[in-house]
């Protein structure tokens, strides 16, 4: 079976979270079982400069934004057996940073299109385009109204994947015309509560709507976590199915992963011994025996950063050290920076994006605090399992479906369900007194270590979704 991914990020050539990670790991997944699963997403100025002599040209074509005609480069890469498109066009994409522009929307309206439009020109014809977040949620709804019946475009079925619910592309009504070009008549497609909602429209006209993990699918239903979306995704629901994500176990393996200081696997944990202390003098914390915890995230509301101020000074006087690293919004990098200079050797701050550093904490910490107010997935409560640290979440979305609470010495972490300090502080209070008792502690690391996240199994389901269309 052939399968198109379509995407605003991908793993190697350009990420900004987990996204990034699905689309450079899934595809691999998915071709080791005999398909062949290829990649597009925008040709960015970083991707350029980093990967300008790995990346080849394969011809340039036009497509539409509504009423202009906008150039467009088609080139292409190998990565690790996967095929890679990216779509040029410098003006939209010939900019410092991926997002957060102005014209968001229009720049992916042009690479939706241009998706499309490509089909013609690579010898590739797939039977999926797999369609991921609202970036390019326009290409079901472009299938729908412009080409399902052209030839050539038949038979294509469109699967639509909601990693995150809360970015759903809304904009005035205007853009319809201005910029997507279609015709008023279709406007209901993509209306929502008197907006364009680009998300609302691939709801609408996928095939099949596929959320990152079971709990999400039903949880999106409730208006809690639907941002809005709930009237519609209910009508819909028939189409919903929730696939856990994997990890690519190659990638995140503590065994052979370089820019850690130990090397160590479940079978022998000693090696974690050196991460930590390696990490206890990179960021000059206290080094007193003391349970380090790791927060690696994005500094936003719905990851729970509010329940971390809540409790943090309480939680440093009950003795935990703290390793965070993460950017967002400003209150909260405030707030983290401000704890820092007040705990230091307790409280390690970074406030950036540090891909290597994340991977540092994630072998070196004993714990690692998601408290999500909803989390679609998550994949850092997986990493760090497999890096041995032991996660303490909320148990919502993908966090509730990885994650197993300990209280009978068989699970893999530590959870609570109220969004609520106080459950979280309970939570690791609990797991403070398991941490204490070296023996019980050992065995829970190896328990976590031991859990299977690779995308072995959920590329079987995705493959099945596929079949079944
Ligand atoms: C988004 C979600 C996260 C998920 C990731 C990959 O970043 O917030 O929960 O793991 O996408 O699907």
Known sequence: MNILFSASEAQPYVASGGLADVIGSLPKAINRKGSDCRVVIPLYKSIMEKFKDKINFITNITVDVSWRKQYCGIFTAENDGVTYYFLDNEYYFNRDG??????????????????????????????????????????????EVFYKYQQGYTDIKNVFTIHNIEYQGKYGKEVVSELMGIP??????????????????????????????????????????????????????KKITGILNGIDSDVWNPLNDPSIAGSYSSVNISGKKSCREALVSELELDDNGSPIVGIVTRFVSHKGIDLIKYALEELVSDGFEFAVLGSGDKIYEDFFREMAKRYKGKVYVKTAFDPSLARRIYAGADMFLMPSQSEPCGLAQMFA?????????????????????????????????????????????????????????????????????????????????????
Not at 198 to 225: F, H, N
Not at 394 to 402: K, N, S
Not at 450 to 460: N, P, Q, V
Request: aromatic letters at 16%; one cysteine or more.
């Open 385 to 469: 399992m497999r890096y041995g640290t032991i996660p303490i979440v909320r148990e919502t979305g993908g966090l509730r479906d990885t994650v197993r609470d300990d209280g009978d010495k068989d699970g893999n972490g530590f959870t609570f369900k109220t969004y609520n300090a106080l459950d979280m502080v309970d939570a690791m209070h609990r797991a403070m007194r398991t941490f204490e008792d070296k023996e019980s502690w050992t065995s829970l690391v190896k328990r976590a270590m031991k859990c299977d996240f690779s995308w072995d199994a959920s590329a079987d389901k995705y493959l099945d979704l596929y079949e079944s269309l």
């Open 98 to 143: 991926i997002y957060g522009f102005y014209d968001d929307c229009e720049r992916f309206v042009f690479f939706s299109r241009a998706v499309l439009e490509m089909l013609r020109y690579i010898n590739f014809k797939p039977d999926i385009i797999n369609s991921h977040d609202w970036h390019t949620a326009m290409i079901p709804v472009y299938y």
């Open 184 to 237: 008023m008549y279709h406007f209901s497609l993509l209306e929502y509560d008197g907006f364009v909602n680009l998300m609302k429209g691939a709801i609408e006209t996928a095939d099949r709507i596929v959320t990152v993990s079971p709990s999400y699918a039903w949880e999106i239903l409730d208006p809690w976590y639907s941002c809005g979306l709930d009237r519609i995704l209910v009508h819909k629901q």
